[in-house]
C-alpha cells in the first residue's frame, strides 16, 4: 500500500521519522495546522500528485478531506493530530481499519475502542447468549442480571451507611452510581446497628432504580430481614452460616466475628474459605460467592496472594472483590489505582467488584473503575483504543513553530500592530506566543507566565476584550502544561474530556 503523508515545514523532520515508508509531501505553509483542505487541494493539484492508495493529512486541519479527494482522485484522510502516533495508525490501516473524512485518526481509535466493547456487551447480553451461558453451573443470575465467568465483571456501587439516609437520597445516590457505570447497587448498613425499619423501605427502593439490590451487613437480623427483600446477601461467615440458608446469592468471608477470628495467613484464609463454603452447601445455600477479602496496605499483598492462591484451587467458583477498600485507604489519585484493580479482576477471572465513593478523593472511582474493565475487555491496560490517563500523557507531542527574528521579552515597550492573531507554544521551559499579521510572522514573545506575557500583548497590540479572554484561557492552559510536564497544544484539551463525560461510560456524545 502506497500512502502519502502531508505536513508543514516546521513538521516534516518528525513526520519522515514517526512515518517511515511513506512518502511526505511538505507544503509551502510552516505550520501544518494551518493548512485547509482548498490549500492542500491546491498544492497536491499543482504537483500533478498521483499514484497513490491513500493521502493522509495532519488531523489538526478543519474541515472535510472530501474536497482534496475529489480534485486529487486519491482516497484521502485524516490522520493523528500528532505525528508521533503515526505508527500506530499506519498499522492500523495496513489491517484494514477505515479512517474518517472528518475525524482525526488518534479519536477515531477511541471511538472504535467503545464501540468494540459495546459489540462486546451486546453480544452477551443477548437472549440466546444468556439461556445456553446459564446452563453452565458458574452462570446465575442476580435479579435478571447475568453473573459469572462467561459474563464481563460487574461492579456494585456500595452507598454506605445507607439506613443514615432518606429514601430520597438513597434513590439519589443510587442513581448516580448506576449512571457511573455501577450494575449493582449495594446498601452498606451501619455497623453496631440494627436498622430493620430502613429494610422495609427496599422494596419502593426497588421499584424506583430497576436494578439488582444487595444489603451488607453481619448482623443477622438485618440479613435475615434482607434475605425477603434484596436481591444479593453479602456477608455470610462461620458466624451466621447456620442461620441464614437461602437460594437466593450470598457472599461467603472466610472470617467468624463472634470470635473475632480473620485468618491472615494466605493459606489459611484460603482453607478456612474452601471449609465454609462446602459447610454451606450441605445446608443448603444454592448460589455462593467467595470473598478471600481484599486488604489495602500493609496487608494488600497477603490478599492478593489469597486471591491467587484461591483462584488457582477453584477455577470455576464465582469470586467478589471488595476493591473499595484500597481506593479509599490510599492517599493517590484513584485512576491508575482503579486500572491496576481492573487489570487483577481480569487476570483472576473476579466476577463482582465492589466500591465506593466516600472521600473526595474517590469521586468518580467507579467510572474509573469502569473504564478499566472496558480496557480488559479490548484485551489489556495497554495499546487498546482506551486509558484512564488524565494528568499524564503517553507520548509526547513535538509540536514545533518558527519563531521570528523580532522576539522581546514579556512586558517590553510597545509597538502597536493591528489585526493580528497568536500561536502559543511551549518549548525550553517556556512559553512562547507568535504573532501573525496574515500569513507573516511579525513578533515573537518569550515569557514564563501568564500575566507577564498578556500585559505585553495588550501593550502592543490591538485586541478586542474577547480576545484577551480566550488568549488568557490559552495561555493559563500553557502555564498548567508546563507545571505538569505535558505537551500543550493550542485549543486543545489539556487534560482528556472523555472523563468528564458521559462518553466515559456509554461511548455516546
Known amino acids: 500500500m502506497k500512502i502519502l503523508l502531508v505536513t508543514g515545514r516546521l513538521a516534516e523532520p518528525i513526520v519522515r521519522k514517526y512515518g517511515k515508508g511513506c512518502d511526505v509531501f511538505v507544503t509551502p505553509v510552516t505550520v501544518a495546522a494551518f493548512l485547509t483542505p482548498k490549500m492542500i487541494a491546491d498544492y497536491l493539484e499543482k504537483a500533478k500528485v498521483k499514484g497513490y492508495d491513500i493521502i493522509l493529512v495532519p488531523g489538526l486541519v478543519r474541515g472535510s478531506t472530501q474536497e482534496i479527494e475529489d480534485r486529487i482522485g486519491i482516497p484521502t484522510y485524516k490522520g493523528p493530530k500528532n505525528a508521533v502516533d503515526l505508527p500506530v495508525v499506519l498499522r492500523a490501516i495496513r489491517k484494514g481499519f477505515k479512517l474518517s473524512k472528518e475525524v482525526p485518526a488518534d479519536e477515531l481509535f477511541s471511538q472504535d475502542a467503545l464501540k468494540r466493547v459495546q459489540d462486546i456487551k451486546n453480544k452477551v447480553s443477548n437472549k440466546e447468549y444468556i439461556r445456553k451461558a446459564l446452563k453452565k453451573p458458574w452462570n446465575f443470575l442476580i435479579r435478571d442480571l447475568p453473573i459469572g465467568l462467561d459474563f464481563p465483571t460487574r461492579i456494585l456501587g456500595e452507598i454506605v451507611d445507607a439506613p443514615r439516609l432518606s429514601m430520597e437520597d438513597v434513590i439519589k445516590r443510587a442513581e448516580y452510581y448506576l449512571k457511573e457505570g455501577a450494575d449493582i447497587i449495594d446498601l452498606g448498613m451501619v455497623s453496631g446497628e440494627t436498622n430493620l425499619e430502613f429494610l422495609e423501605m427496599i422494596p419502593e427502593i426497588r421499584e424506583k432504580i430497576k436494578a439488582p439490590i444487595s444489603i451488607d451487613s453481619l448482623n443477622t437480623k438485618e440479613l435475615e430481614k434482607g434475605i425477603e427483600v434484596v436481591d444479593l446477601i453479602l456477608s455470610i461467615d462461620w458466624s451466621n452460616v447456620e442461620d441464614l440458608v437461602t437460594e437466593k446469592p450470598v457472599v461467603l468471608i472466610p472470617t467468624n466475628m463472634k470470635t473475632g477470628e480473620f485468618p491472615t495467613n494466605p493459606e489459611e484464609r484460603v482453607n478456612s474459605l474452601e471449609k465454609l463454603k462446602e459447610k454451606a452447601k450441605d445446608l443448603g445455600y444454592k448460589v455462593i460467592i467467595l470473598d478471600p477479602i481484599l486488604e489495602h496496605y500493609p496487608n494488600f499483598s497477603r490478599?492478593?496472594?489469597?486471591?491467587?492462591?484461591?483462584?488457582?484451587?477453584?477455577?470455576?467458583?464465582?469470586?467478589?472483590?471488595?476493591?473499595?477498600n484500597i481506593t479509599e485507604m490510599t492517599d493517590a489519585d484513584s485512576p491508575g489505582i482503579n486500572a491496576i484493580l481492573a487489570g487483577l479482576a481480569g487476570e483472576l477471572?473476579?466476577?463482582?467488584?465492589?466500591?465506593?465513593?466516600?472521600?473526595p478523593k474517590c469521586r468518580g472511582s467507579l467510572r474509573e473503575l469502569r473504564r478499566g474493565l472496558d480496557m480488559v475487555l479490548l484485551g489489556g491496560l495497554k495499546d487498546v483504543g482506551l486509558s484512564l490517563l488524565i494528568l499524564k500523557e503517553k507520548r509526547r507531542k513535538d509540536i514545533r513553530?518558527?519563531?521570528?527574528?523580532?522576539?522581546?521579552?514579556?512586558?517590553?515597550?510597545?509597538?502597536?500592530?493591528?489585526k493580528v492573531y497568536f500561536r502559543i507554544f511551549i518549548e525550553d521551559g517556556k512559553i512562547w506566543v507568535n504573532a501573525y499579521e496574515g500569513t507573516r510572522l511579525v513578533l515573537t514573545i518569550r515569557g514564563?507566565?501568564?500575566?507577564?506575557i498578556i500585559d505585553t500583548i495588550l501593550g502592543k497590540f490591538k485586541i478586542s476584550p474577547r480576545h484577551a479572554f480566550y488568549l488568557g484561557r490559552e495561555l493559563e492552559k500553557a502555564y498548567t502544561a508546563l507545571k505538569l510536564g505535558k505537551s500543550y497544544i493550542q485549543e486543545e484539551e489539556l487534560f482528556p474530556d472523555f472523563y468528564f463525560s458521559e462518553t466515559f461510560i456509554t461511548g455516546k456524545k
Open 303 to 324: 490478599s492478593v496472594t489469597a486471591l491467587y492462591l484461591y483462584r488457582e484451587r477453584n477455577p470455576k467458583d464465582i469470586l467478589l472483590s471488595g476493591v473499595g
Open 448 to 452: 514564563d507566565e501568564p500575566n507577564s
Open 401 to 418: 513553530f518558527e519563531k521570528s527574528e523580532n522576539i522581546v521579552r514579556a512586558k517590553s515597550k510597545p509597538i502597536k500592530i493591528e
Open 349 to 359: 477471572n473476579i466476577s463482582l467488584l465492589l466500591t465506593t465513593e466516600v472521600s
